[in-house]
């Protein structure tokens, strides 16, 4: 493994340790927005909690669990040493002190104003510089992510990349693309008036810019896990990857579609036309196509496995799978929940019937089940299948894992469904405290109560996920690790350079792009909105 | 900490697998049958979901514009 | 299954071809697709049904007109005097934040020591504290006098002899003037109906909290001024003038509207609470 | 996999996979397809109005100035409510609006980001300081229905809230200068 184990462990422990804190937090806010918990905490609380909630799970867990799982992908699957190495350390501790800088404003109440910075509330100038520092962090693994690759392909000429170090690096390229909405949106606008510099804000111009990121960010949460899903899932199902090119392409088409679609996140916003808010959902639905590809793709290396196994008839594959084994339960149970927050997913999606839901219960209800569902159980999965590698132990009874995986989707089924119907009521979204006496209101009390008993239940099964895994750094010293990539039914031997890099593909990008969010961000240069005067929450 | 295989091996004798080649040829006959139906009835599913929600409760809402 | 690599693979820069054609054909289609569905066939088609000639229709699909493309955009008739004239902008900020309390507090000598004192501990119940109270606060309030929006028979003729950078002087003086700071007396001993209006308001008369607009660092309006250790009678004579609206300088009525919504034993709860120094 | 070639077979894995992009195709054509006929046929569009106003002098005079918010019913028939977003309450705090006649909602904030939805309905619009946000809209159901802040404002956003009443046509009726507020309750 040429010793990037403690760097994985290292980036693995901070993910998990924000992941713990941030679902005790979660419960915690659902008890209280509960007819069970009226009046306990006040907005101050509430609202902090919130803020560190969303920082911890979208912003901490993801991005140090992708650069530690990016690490270990690029060790393993091309089976070298990780050029700089010292770069990897000392951007894990500018990570690391960014994620403290953030953290401490959120305790002292003095950034409550949720992880998607709402200007011209402004917090204080050390939340955003926090976060800024652990996006300069991911930089630097992004560098390190495509200088291996590069030199991997020195070293190969003409080999295929392989399929789990190709989507790490289309993910740390899209990751690129992604941070420059954000970056822009804090370093020119909420950065100087947060400081003082600046006394007023475009609003308008803050969130076309944030939109941007927005979108794509869930594609860099999500890659991680359709890699585990193309490499990791047919080898522990037994079986092989159905077609390697269409792992290639899926990968592509994710740069390429996540990037132009952000605006879809303001369809009921003032400050852009019908035209390119439709052109935004059009390029939104093409988004679903590389999903869509991936369902089909490793639901066929499952059949394959499943037949191996001697699963007979059209659907028999199915009872032939290893469900013991937690790489292939997690899978199953991630595409289950995949299902319905895409469905979700494709509601928000509907240009005019966004009215319907949007900013209520039902979109809370979509990234709970496609982000906090069937990506962290995946992110689950990987950890179980590469803590072994990391630690040289292996786990003394599958039993424990899988009743973690179980206990997540039963918890976040539970959790997310009444969540559909109480969004279709007009439930709206970061309350503190419900107004249960009112005749609308109060027929939602029920329902949260049981979204309530989802939310313990997931806190139950985040306790014995990293019980699982710290019980696993003293488990017995593992014999043999077996081989952890799957193989594809071809395995390639010659791949266009268009399926092996990225260059080509960084065009269509830029073309996208301008095409897509180049009318929307110069009506803002062009003639900058009336601003607003800034609000500081500090 | 033992080193594990590459995966990017030109032939797949170069990478242990404990998948039997003639038992795949013979599965690859029948296979991408089960998950064209299952995943099939799945998307299917969803976009039936997707258009009665929008006849059934988007609509009847009033119009919005 | 055969194990040689067959010869007749040909070169990856040749099987790359095919690949950036139809991949650039595909993603250009679709997005030229949306360009001619979102900005020419909707807007025109939904145009026509409202009466706009096309190039309304697409301008106002665009953005670059108002209203939406299927619907007549609304008339509107402008109506009599405002609330208050004053107007947060860059620059009132930047006269507030280089006031010069020197000469500040050679005005306060000069006008406001006999009621409101020099240190900001004001003289009888009817004149309010300014000590440590916000600078925003006490601008506005001299504003809305000289303005005529707010009216007293003593501040209305002070501040209209204040002319605006004064005012700000004045302001930032008794802003740095520190407050007492009692002991307050301890949380658990003022009634919890009146700590739990200041920390979570009333959802059921759709009250917001205190706390979300007069603590310090809540984010809340401008405006709005300090309560802690101000003069119990002097927060109980406003609350009563907002309620009944003899005092309206309040923008889009928001303590008029609390003020009408809370009863009198709350209002004096309300006042002892801050008296006593809670922030 | 086949006798044949494993070239072939995998070209015929490769056929697979775009037969089912095809189907993929025709799916998300069927959801596109529904978007576009409703918008071609019934407008039915997200609401965007792009219409700029200066959030710091909203409150001086013009449209939205205090006198001028709530419902009018204009010379010509047309319905027009006018409110204001402000932190933590909406003005004015109850809504009348008639029940199936097309209603136009305008919002503005004076001072932050607010968002708003009306329960039961497809009324909902971000109300973004700088800009008018403008809804158009039939109320297809009566009753008292609730308008609550959806978009996170500050540390009282859970208590801003208004009421709509969405009134039957005969309980709807404008007084001598087109204006229309909410029926005691």
């Not at chain 1, 369902?295 to 028999?316: D, M, N, P, Q």
């Not at chain 2, 998950?35 to 929600?53: D, E, F, P, R, S």
């Not at chain 3, 002991?183 to 658990?188: D, I, S, W």
Request: hydrophobic share 50%; charged share 10%.
């Amino acid at each position: 493994m040429r010793n990037v184990e403690r760097l994985c462990l290292a980036h693995f422990w901070v993910a998990f340790a924000a992941f713990l804190v941030a679902a005790v937090l979660g419960t915690w806010q659902m008890w209280v927005r509960s007819p069970l918990g009226a009046n306990v905490g006040t907005p101050g609380h509430y609202f902090m909690s919130v803020t560190a909630h969303g920082v911890s799970m979208a912003y901490v867990l993801t991005t140090f669990f992708i650069m530690g799982f990016g690490y270990f992908v690029a060790v393993t699957a091309l089976d070298r040493p990780l050029p700089g190495k010292p770069l990897a350390w000392a951007a894990y501790w500018l990570g690391l002190l960014g994620v403290v800088l953030a953290v401490i404003p959120i305790a002292t109440g003095h950034a409550s104003v949720l992880f998607t910075f709402y200007p011209p509330l402004t917090g204080s100038p050390w939340f955003y510089i926090g976060l800024v520092l652990v996006v300069a962090a991911s930089w630097v693994w992004c560098v390190l992510m495509m200088v291996a690759m590069t030199q991997w392909k020195r070293e190969n000429p003409g080999k295929p990349v392989p399929l789990a170090m190709f989507a790490t690096v289309a993910n740390a390229v899209m990751w690129l693309w992604t941070t420059v909405g954000v970056a822009a949106e804090l370093l020119f606008q909420v950065i100087p008036a947060a400081l003082g510099l600046v006394q007023t804000i475009d609003v308008g111009l803050a969130r076309t810019l944030f939109s941007w990121t927005l979108h794509a960010i869930v594609y860099f949460w999500l890659i991680p896990a359709y890699i585990a899903f193309y490499t990791l899932v047919p080898r522990a199902a037994g079986g092989r990857l159905y077609s390697d090119t269409m792992g290639r392409l899926t990968f592509i088409l994710f740069l390429i579609y996540s990037l132009p679609v952000g605006m879809h996140h303001l369809l009921m916003d003032p400050e852009h036309g019908n035209a390119t808010k439709f052109i935004q959902v059009l390029l939104t639905a093409f988004v679903s196509v590389p999903t869509l590809l991936t369902i089909f793709t490793i639901t066929a290396s499952f059949e394959i496995a499943g037949r191996l196994r001697g699963g007979k008839g059209v659907l028999g594959w199915i009872g032939a799978l290893p469900w013991e084994r937690p790489m292939v339960l997690a899978a199953g149970l991630a595409f289950v929940m995949l299902g319905f927050g895409g469905f979700g997913g494709i509601v928000n999606m509907g240009y005019g019937m966004n009215a319907m839901v949007h900013n209520t219960a039902w979109v809370t209800a979509h990234f709970h089940l496609i982000f906090g569902g069937s990506v962290v159980i995946m992110y689950f999965a990987i950890a179980y299948e590469i803590w072994p590698r990391l630690t040289g132990r292996e786990h003394i009874s599958l039993m424990p894992l899988r009743l973690q995986l179980w206990l997540w989707f039963i918890g976040m089924i539970v959790m997310t469904f009444p969540w559909h119907w109480l969004g279709l009521q007009g439930q709206w979204r970061r309350v503190a405290n419900f107004n249960y006496a009112d005749p609308i209101i109060a027929g939602w009390g029920p329902w949260v109560v049981v979204s309530l008993g989802g939310g313990v239940i997931l806190l139950i099964s985040a306790l014995l996920f990293v019980w699982n895994l710290a019980a696993l750094h003293r488990g017995p010293a593992v014999a043999l690790a077996r081989p952890l990539y799957a193989l594809a039914v071809h395995p390639p031997q010659r791949v266009p350079a268009a399926l092996n890099g990225f260059g080509f593909w960084n065009v269509l990008v830029l073309v996208l792009m301008v095409l897509a969010y180049g009318f929307p961000i110069a009506q803002f240069v062009i003639e900058p909105s009336p601003s607003a005067i800034v609000h500081r929450v500090q | 900490m033992v080193s594990d295989q590459p995966s990017s091996a030109a032939s797949p004798r170069e990478v242990a697998d404990d998948v039997d080649e003639v038992a795949l040829a013979r599965v690859m006959r029948m296979v991408p049958l089960g998950a064209a139906v299952l995943a099939g009835t799945a998307v299917a599913l969803l976009v039936a979901g997707y258009l009665l929600i929008y006849i059934l409760v988007f609509l009847p809402r009033g119009t919005v514009g | 299954m055969a194990e040689d690599i067959s010869p007749h693979v040909s070169e990856p820069h040749v099987l790359d071809r095919p690949w950036q054609v139809w991949s650039t054909v595909a993603v250009l289609g679709v997005v030229l697709s949306g360009i001619l569905l979102g900005v020419l066939i909707i807007p025109i088609v939904q145009g026509r049904g409202a009466g706009l000639d096309a190039y309304t229709a697409i301008c106002r699909a665009l953005g670059l007109l108002p209203g939406s493309p299927a619907q007549p955009q609304p008339s509107d008739r402008t109506p009599p005097t405002p609330v208050s004239q004053v107007i947060w902008t860059p620059e009132v900020l930047q006269i507030l934040a280089r006031a010069d309390v020197q000469r500040g507090y050679a005005k306060v000598q000069e006008v406001c020591v006999s009621c409101h004192g020099e240190t900001g501990v004001s003289m009888s119940p009817d004149f309010p504290h300014l000590a440590g109270q916000s600078g925003a606060a006490i601008y506005k309030q001299l504003y809305d006098y000289r303005t005529g929006s707010r009216v007293h028979p003593l501040m209305t003729d002070i501040a209209k002899a204040l002319d605006e950078p004064v005012i700000a002087d004045v302001a930032a003086y008794y802003a740095g003037q520190p407050q007492r700071n009692p002991k307050p007396v301890t949380l658990a001993e003022s009634p919890p109906e009146i700590v739990r209006l200041v920390e979570l308001g009333d959802p059921r008369r759709n009250i917001p909290p205190c706390a979300a607009c007069h603590r310090a660092g809540a984010g809340g309006p401008i405006e709005t001024p300090v309560l802690a250790e101000q003069r119990e009678e002097y927060i109980i004579q406003q609350l009563k003038i907002y309620a009944s609206g003899q005092r309206h300088n309040d923008v889009y009525a928001r303590m008029r509207t609390v003020a009408s919504r809370l009863t009198d034993d709350e209002i004096a709860g309300l006042a002892a609470y801050y008296r006593a120094g809670f922030r | 996999m086949s006798d044949t070639h494993p070239e072939a077979h995998e070209r015929w894995i490769l056929q697979t996979e775009l037969l089912w992009a095809f189907g993929v195709g025709v799916f998300i054509a069927a959801a596109l397809g529904m978007i576009l006929f409703t918008a071609l046929t019934m407008n039915v569009n997200p609401p965007s109005n792009v219409e700029r106003i200066n959030p710091k002098t909203l409150h001086l005079a013009g449209e939205f100035a205090e006198h001028n918010l709530g419902t009018a019913v204009g010379s010509d028939g047309r319905v027009t409510v006018r409110a204001i977003a402000t932190q933590f309450m909406f003005l004015p705090h109850c809504i009348a609006v008639p029940a199936n006649r097309p209603v136009t909602l305008r919002f503005a904030s004076p001072d932050v980001i607010h968002g708003l939805l009306i329960t039961g309905t497809n009324v909902n619009t971000m109300v973004v300081p700088g800009f008018v946000a403008q809804v158009h809209t039939e109320f297809t159901q009566t009753g008292d229905l609730l308008m609550p802040c959806h978009e996170y404002c500050g540390l009282g956003h859970s208590e801003m809230w208004a009421t709509v009443q969405a009134l039957p046509d005969n309980e709807f009726k404008p007084g001598p200068d087109g204006r229309v507020s909410c029926a005691k309750r």
